[in-house]
T-cell receptor, first 114, second 111 residues
Framework: DGGITQSPKYLFRKEGQNVTLSCEQN?????MYWYRQDPGQGLRLIYY???????QKGDIAEGYSVSREKKESFPLTVTSAQKNPTAFYLC?????????????FGSGTRLTVV | RKEVEQDPGPFNVPEGATVAFNCTYS??????FFWYRQDCRKEPKLLMS???SGNEDGRFTAQLNRASQYISLLIRDSKLSDSATYLC????????????FGQGTTLQVKP
């Protein structure tokens, strides 16, 4: 079945560490997105990519980095520069262009700083 | 002003009730509109798209008013399983495909 897979489901990070969240899709979608959700809050866009080898900053890109070397994969690195990384991270993919439907989301990664 | 605004609720309703959620958006050039459902500690899932003429899917009815930049979701005959957070989502103009999410409205259906 086609879908989008995030791993790990739970991740614990020590202060000063970089960690990488995985996102893989086999839906043949061109566009992929990373969102962050804090408790009781909406989704905020971190980074997005509409094509391989290209990506754009979203609204809260500081302290994060991404790569898009393959169409299927869009990993997110949470660097030590991100001062408050504890949150629920959601990856999504979708088609681009006019009339594109909504996104498909992965099941998310819960990141906690310990 | 937020690009997509919703009343966060919570809305507490008895089973069988009819409940309506509203949402406003600020960008008049927005092209596509959706309602997503998010269960506690889960990812959002597409509930339905919203079309200009209004559309219905079973107990759920979505309406769009472009002139007022207003979207609504009506749930009839509420079930316990409808308890969730409902996210109003707007796709901006152009081909970026970016979706902008409202904060969400929480619904609790009580027995």
């Amino acid at each position: 079945d086609g879908g989008i897979t995030q791993s790990p489901k739970y991740l614990f990070r020590k202060e000063g560490q970089n960690v990488t969240l995985s996102c893989e899709q086999n839906l043949n979608h061109d566009a992929m997105y990373w969102y962050r959700q804090d408790p009781g809050q909406g989704l905020r866009l971190i980074y997005y990519s509409q094509i391989v080898n290209d990506f754009q900053k979203g609204d809260i890109a500081e302290g994060y980095s991404v790569s898009r070397e393959k169409k299927e994969s869009f990993p997110l690195t949470v660097t030590s520069a991100q001062k408050n990384p504890t949150a629920f991270y959601l990856c999504a993919s979708g088609r681009t262009g006019q009339g594109a439907a909504g996104y498909t989301f992965g099941s998310g990664t819960r990141l906690t700083v310990v | 002003r937020k690009e997509v605004e919703q009343d966060p609720g919570p809305f507490n309703v008895p089973e069988g009730a009819t409940v309506a959620f509203n949402c406003t958006y600020s960008n008049s050039a927005s092209q596509s509109f959706f309602w997503y459902r998010q269960d506690c500690r889960k990812e959002p899932k597409l509930l339905m798209s919203v079309y200009s003429s209004g559309n219905e899917d079973g107990r759920f009815t979505a309406q769009l008013n472009r002139a007022s930049q207003y979207i609504s979701l009506l749930i009839r005959d509420s079930k316990l399983s409808d308890s969730a957070t409902y996210l109003c989502v707007v796709k901006g103009s152009g081909n970026t495909g970016k979706l902008i999410f409202g904060q969400g409205t929480t619904l609790q259906v009580k027995p």
